[in-house]
T-cell receptor, first 116, second 113 residues
Framework: TQLLEQSPQFLSIQEGENLTVYCNSSSVFSSLQWYRQEPGEGPVLLVTVVTGGEVKKLKRLTFQFGDARKDSSLHITAAQPGDTGLYLCAGILSGAGGTSYGKLTFGQGTILTVHP | GAVVSQHPSRVICKSGTSVKIECRSLDFQATTMFWYRQFPKQSLMLMATSNEGSKATYEQGVEKDKFLINHASLTLSTLTVTSAHPEDSSFYIC?????????FGAGTRLSVL
């Protein structure tokens, strides 16, 4: 059972289109991070959200954390070919401690391809 | 800030040999580092949590004698793949935790012939 469900897993769109990636869980997260990864490289942190209902914007990217801190979304406006990559949501479960302290729970990832 | 360096970026080795991968936090101290494995077009799979000065905590199904982890200082963790076999070929990524946020290295592509 996947603790953090990310969808869609594949997204192929034309330049200029908008898109939304979702991460959903039945568990509460103390924080949630979004990463972008290009082939052959490590994930790069885009944003961290910690407060329920929080919205953060990074140029054309808008990140939202659900009120109950169980879900999050990433919306990209007017996608460009440079946005192509693997997008990963990952969160720290609320109350995680001991050997689980700081451990990230990852979604399955979304492979985004933006065609010129 | 929060730069994590991973070395080597790519390694090719013969079956039966051991390979060491280094993960360094360059501008901060990390008591906790993590090691992941990633298959093509898939998400990251946590292998183990590396704690400075103590034994690593391995995830279920990960052989600790196969994947040796050492975290001898606050800026360096190493992963040694012992007696590597072709099925160990993969992309290995480390991360270092700073204020509960993980910063990732660039990964190591291991190819075992």
């Amino acid at each position: 059972t996947q603790l953090l469900e990310q969808s869609p897993q594949f997204l192929s769109i034309q330049e200029g289109e908008n898109l939304t990636v979702y991460c959903n869980s039945s568990s509460v997260f103390s924080s949630l991070q979004w990463y972008r990864q290009e082939p052959g490289e490590g994930p790069v942190l885009l944003v961290t959200v910690v407060t329920g209902g929080e919205v953060k914007k990074l140029k054309r990217l808008t990140f939202q954390f659900g009120d109950a801190r169980k879900d999050s979304s990433l919306h990209i406006t007017a996608a460009q070919p440079g946005d192509t990559g693997l997008y990963l949501c990952a969160g720290i479960l609320s109350g995680a401690g001991g050997t689980s302290y700081g451990k990230l729970t990852f979604g399955q990832g979304t492979i985004l391809t933006v065609h010129p | 800030g929060a730069v994590v360096s991973q070395h080597p970026s790519r390694v090719i080795c013969k079956s039966g040999t051991s390979v060491k991968i280094e993960c360094r936090s360059l501008d901060f101290q990390a008591t906790t580092m993590f090691w992941y494995r990633q298959f093509p077009k898939q998400s990251l799979m946590l292998m183990a949590t590396s704690n400075e000065g103590s034994k690593a905590t391995y995830e279920q199904g990960v052989e600790k004698d196969k994947f040796l982890i050492n975290h001898a200082s606050l800026t360096l963790s190493t992963l040694t793949v012992t007696s590597a076999h072709p099925e160990d070929s993969s992309f290995y990524i480390c991360s270092a935790a700073l204020q509960n946020i993980q910063y990732f290295g660039a990964g190591t592509r291991l190819s075992v012939l």
